[in-house]
């Protein structure tokens, strides 16, 4: 069974692309990632995030319980259990992620059949305008994520689709079907 990779740079609209796309696809189900950043007032344990401690993460990593991880260079660490692959399969779904480029590349490599698609915002004045109009993040990590994403961009060509999220509907549009056509391919869509 396919698992579907989306990934791009913070404040390219990913998530904003997967909630339409999560709607139209019933069989697809976000993979919900460990992170030991601290929880947004709007986010829940185990929906949005599993929230853990530096050193909950860190036994989890030694026990290899990650498929991938991303250790931030503002100081958060991220990563996708195997467990939630395998809880999403069991199930009969299509596992989702919303990864970073690091990550992204790593189920490239490890997981056969992965469909990777990079989401871009249509230039980087308008990806910088997007991580500061969501203010979410302090100025100086806002800076951080921008270097970030200046070396996540150079990356776009290794990804098997991308999608330059200029209008939504478009965009949402054109992820699905990307995403129809994987499944379809490995046989694993209803008709």
């Known amino acids: 069974m396919p698992v579907i990779v989306i990934t791009g740079t913070s404040g390219a609209g990913k998530g904003t692309l997967e909630r339409p796309l999560l709607e139209r696809m019933p069989e697809l189900q976000l993979a919900v990632s460990a992170t030991t950043r601290e929880r947004r007032a709007n986010e829940r344990d185990g929906l949005h995030y599993w929230f853990v401690s530096d050193e909950r993460f860190a036994e989890l990593l030694a026990e290899g319980a990650f498929i991938e991880h991303v250790d931030h260079p503002w100081g958060q660490r991220v990563g996708t259990l195997r467990s939630e692959i395998d809880r999403i399969q069991d199930k009969g779904g299509v596992p989702m992620l919303d990864l970073e480029t690091k ?52 990356l776009e060509g290794a990804f098997d689709q991308v999608i330059v999220n200029d209008d939504l509907d478009r965009a949402v549009d054109e992820l699905e079907g990307i995403v129809r056509r994987a499944l379809n391919a490995a046989g694993t869509l209803a008709t």
Do not use: C, D, N, Y
């Not at 990550?103 to 500061?132: D, N, S």
């Not at 203010?135 to 994520?145: C, F, M, N, V, Y």
């Open 103 to 154: 990550g992204a590349l790593a189920i490239q490599e490890q997981v056969p059949g992965a469909v990777t698609i990079f989401v871009k915002a249509p230039t980087f004045e308008e990806l910088e305008r997007r991580l500061r109009a969501r203010a979410t993040e302090s100025g100086g990590e806002i800076e951080k994520r921008l270097e970030v994403a200046r070396g996540q961009l150079e």
